[in-house]
């Protein structure tokens, strides 16, 4: 009896153990759990002149870094290649994905535009350029072929940086003058400037990759170099940086360019300190200065104004001014200069998730 008892109490037990698990596992369904379960880890000390460092012991939020990368390696963000934040100038988180790795060289697409800012100001910088002021027609002797009329003969290299070149000329499929119709072009050069002005140079932004391959033409004919060793003496190897690759028009035009993740984040460091990397100055304070300031105010309906190539927005809850260069398919370096620090985002599509992360986790992780 005694042990008829016992059993009919044991079982009792186990039928309730099972309705309280059967319970808790409903409740568990409630609650998103990632798949992925990414442990932080201090990226990997190279000879490449970056210090790392440990992500929580700079003062960022670990925790929300690695919800964001869970959210990805779960596949909610497939157009992420890969990420890099400097803090403090050390870099303390990196991060690859889709068979990328820090080693493998990434397309920048029109982020290249800032470099090629920097490229202007660097030829300013060695005399080459006395300011961007100056007209552009002197400095294009194998265009003056060309139609030059109607005040095409008054933009200025500045008109160049901003946009503002007075050609009805934007990138995309629409219009006569489009950067569709520019990658079919033989001479990128030779096509931009072959378009008639419409407008007064320096009165209206339209953003067209065709103005700043002008500017490739022009420091070359400047310095007597290619822009692919101008850029390597006098931008990355002072950077540290060993490999940049150049795509090229078939007139031999150096257009964008591929390079390390970890080298996107030296440039904007670059800007960050004010034109310095380890010490040394490699590109006038004043010429960043000026390459950030806002040069046309709110250019675009979503709110990013401009400035010499590089892109100029707030915070979504507008505390925090922040730099960027841009490129199609999600590339991104970000400057913030308040909270010193640097991220870069590569992708392969577009879709604005380098952005909204960027502002969901990183931001928040250091604020």
Known sequence: MFWQKKLGTICLYLIMLGCNSEGANENKKDIPVSKADYQYQIPNLTSDGWQTAD????????????????????????VIDGIIIIKDNHLVFEHYFNGHFDDKLHELQSAVKSMDSALVGLAIDQGYLSSVNEKIYPLLPSYHNLDWSNGKDDITVSDLLTMQ?????????????????????????HYTLSQS?????GSKFSYFTGLNIVSHTIVENLTGMTIDDFAMEYLFSPLDISEFKWSHSPSGEALSGNMRPRDMAKFGQLYLNNGTWHGNQVISEAWITDSLANQVEAPKADGWSYGYWWWRNVSNDGTLRYYAARGAK????????????????????????GLHLFEEFVIPSIK
Do not use: R
């Open 55 to 78: 992500a929580g012991f700079m003062g960022v939020d670990v925790k929300n870094l690695t919800t964001m990368t869970n959210q990805i390696l779960d596949g909610e963000h497939p």
């Open 330 to 353: 999600d590339q991104y370096i970000f400057i913030v200069p308040s909270l010193s620090i640097v991220a870069v985002f590569t992708g392969n599509k577009d879709s604005g998730d």
């Open 197 to 201: 002005v419409i407008d007064s140079p």
């Open 165 to 189: 070149s007075g050609f009805p000329c934007k990138d995309g499929k629409t219009g006569d003058c489009n950067s569709y119709l520019l990658n079919q072009s033989m001479n990128w050069t």
